[in-house]
């Protein structure tokens, strides 16, 4: 389930990214701020889903070692 959202989190950077080359309108550094701070967002929650993801593999993997 980790993987999955991992894999959500980057497809949403991405169309940030498009939407930040298509960025217009009458305030586009408000745009641009906003943009930076969900950006910053989306990497953190990437780093907190690859943190499960591999604390989720590490506990699965002590589990099917256990006798």
Excluded: W, Y
């Excluded at 999955?4 to 298509?22: A, C, N, P, S």
């Excluded at 550094?29 to 950006?39: D, G, I, K, P």
């Excluded at 889903?49 to 589990?63: E, F, I, P």
């Amino acid at each position: 389930m980790a993987e999955l959202l991992l894999g959500i989190t980057d497809h949403l950077g991405l169309l940030l990214e498009l939407f930040g080359q298509m960025e217009c309108g009458e305030q586009p550094s408000a745009v641009s701020r906003q943009l930076s701070e969900v950006r910053t967002q989306i990497d953190e929650t990437k780093q907190l889903l690859s943190q499960l993801c591999k604390t989720t593999n590490a506990a699965s993997g002590s589990l099917n070692a256990a006798p």
